[in-house]
């Protein structure tokens, strides 16, 4: 008996393993066969997402959304993703980039010509030069990118639109503030004249925030606009000689997504103008 029960749990016992032995190769291939896109900050991974199917493609990023671009140091791991990846997606000039090893046979270098890709325009723009690129690079995926880019120019379109008349019905056309250098197209989107604007906190001087401050009062400053990637700090000091009100915002999509963060950048200004 003890020898009949050997051979009969033994078939059975091949065919537990056997399966399991599939379903662990079935999931690895499935793993391997997605082609890995590695986007050095959350405005080009977002936007990747949009437009390459989940099921295809895995996509993640380098930069967290609330750090610096140039205070950024690239981890072991992030070097590991690069060297790894089926393509890189980044902006030009990034300089933690530059330490990334990247090779330049799967890098999309993307140039944004001056233009800040948070703004609702460029933003579109950027998702037409993505799909581009990325229809180009898989063309099996082609129609799928191109019918994710169309919907998405729409959302983005609709977004924008209902941010402008929220901006409309608030009345701050033409109003003065000052401005970190990196979201003042933010600002100029929303319809404020931009009287002074400064840099990085490490790079500005005792003279220029006193030349600021003398515009600022000149000119009828009504808000001082920081941005968290650079320092959400940077022009507290100025705002509080103005006696006026300060607000900083994400240069950066943060973890809630792209049009999330463009409604809390809006809410955040209007709030801060009203105060």
Not at 122 to 129: H, L, N, P, Q, V
Not at 138 to 163: C, Y
Not at 204 to 233: C, M, W, Y
């Amino acid at each position: 008996m003890k020898y009949k029960s050997f051979w009969v749990v033994l078939p059975a016992t091949a065919f537990i393993l056997f399966f399991a032995g599939c379903q662990s190769a079935t999931s690895e291939k499935g793993t391997a066969d997605k082609i890995r896109i590695v986007a050095s900050d959350t405005l080009l991974s977002g936007m990747s997402e949009s437009l390459l199917p989940a099921d295809r493609f895995d996509i993640t990023v380098i930069l967290p959304p609330g750090q610096c671009p140039g205070h950024y140091d690239l981890k072991l791991s992030d070097i590991a993703r690069v060297k790894n990846a089926d393509m890189v997606v980044s902006f030009h000039g990034l300089p933690f980039m530059q330490g990334a090893e990247i090779d330049e046979s799967r890098h999309f270098s993307v140039d944004t010509q001056g233009r800040n890709w948070m703004i609702p325009d460029a933003y579109i723009t950027g998702i037409e030069k993505l799909a581009a690129k990325f229809s180009e690079l898989f063309p099996e995926h082609a129609p799928v990118i191109e019918e994710r880019r169309d919907r998405t120019a729409r959302e983005i379109t609709e977004k924008k639109n209902a941010l402008n008349t929220i901006i409309e019905h608030a009345a701050i056309a033409q109003k003065t503030v000052i401005v970190a250098s990196m979201i003042r197209q933010h600002l100029e989107w929303m319809g404020f004249h931009v009287a002074g604007e400064y840099n990085r906190p490490e790079s500005i001087s005792a003279k220029e925030i006193a030349d600021i401050i003398r515009t600022g009062k000149t000119e009828g400053a009504v808000l001082v606009a920081d941005n968290l990637q650079s320092g959400p700090e940077a022009g507290k000091g100025i705002s509080e000689a103005l006696g006026i009100s300060h607000v900083t915002l994400a240069n950066f999509p943060m973890e809630n997504g792209y049009a999330a963060t463009l409604d809390d950048n809006v809410n955040a200004v209007l709030a801060a103008v009203a105060r």
